[in-house]
T-cell receptor
Framework: NAGVTQTPKFQVLKTGQSMTLQCAQD?????MYWYRQDPGMGLRLIYY???????DKGEVPNGYNVSRLNKREFSLRLESAAPSQTSVYFC??????????FGPGTRLTVT | EDQVTQSPEALRLQEGESSSLNCSYT??????LFWYRQDPGKGPEFLFT???AGEEKEKERLKATLTKKESFLHITAPKPEDSATYLC????????????FGRGTSLIVHP
């Protein structure tokens, strides 16, 4: 089992560019999450998907869109990147015991 | 207002010097409390789940305990490899499975 995988690991964008962060899990979990982590702010939920075909906004959804492509994959899209979106992005999935499994993260810099 | 507060923000220990990290929560209707370890540049890694007051879980030098208002992560005779940020999260009983994370305690163990 690879667990939760994320691509890319690093990305530099210019203001206004768009990109999609990919996430996949092979643990047959129903729920998946996208977080951003900034120094001093902890983990903040961007979007959440309880199951295939459903998505809900989290604490900081502005500037982002998501797609739950199937049970395995949950992507995060930045349509027009802004410097405020410079952060580390983590994808996670939820096991039956309610613990989350996280991917290795994507480090995004917007200049 | 934070529902999950971790203290201290940072902790420096000498190898072998036991201590405890605190996670206090103000929510009612706790579904579960979770501890994670996060190494620099990596995603959080699940450690423990506690479901009810009085419950305890152990793993190597770590022991997690839970009361009605807080959880402690006790570290006995720590080693430098225990250096990491430790995150606490709570899930409320109810419909959605969205955890609330604390901001973490950064632990450094000096040899």
């Amino acid at each position: 089992n690879a667990g939760v995988t994320q691509t890319p690991k690093f990305q530099v964008l210019k203001t206004g560019q768009s990109m999609t962060l990919q996430c996949a899990q092979d643990m047959n979990h129903n729920s998946m999450y996208w977080y951003r982590q900034d120094p001093g702010m902890g983990l903040r939920l961007i979007y959440y998907s309880a199951s295939e075909g459903t998505t809900d906004k989290g604490e900081v959804p502005n500037g982002y869109n998501v797609s739950r492509l199937n049970k395995r994959e949950f992507s995060l899209r930045l349509e027009s990147a802004a410097p405020s979106q410079t952060s580390v992005y983590f994808c996670a999935s939820l096991d039956r015991g309610l613990e989350q499994y996280f991917g290795p993260g994507t480090r995004l810099t917007v200049t | 207002e934070d529902q999950v507060t971790q203290s201290p923000e940072a902790l420096r220990l000498q190898e072998g010097e036991s201590s405890s990290l605190n996670c206090s929560y103000t929510v009612s209707g706790l579904r579960g409390l979770f501890w994670y370890r996060q190494d620099p540049g990596k995603g959080p890694e699940f450690l423990f789940t506690l479901y009810s007051a009085g419950e305890e879980k152990e793993k190597e030098r770590l022991k997690a305990t839970l009361t009605k208002k807080e959880s402690f992560l006790h570290i006995t005779a720590p080693k430098p490899e225990d250096s990491a940020t430790y995150l606490c999260a709570v899930q409320l009983s109810g419909g959605s499975y969205i955890p609330t994370f604390g901001r973490g305690t950064s632990l450094i163990v000096h040899p």
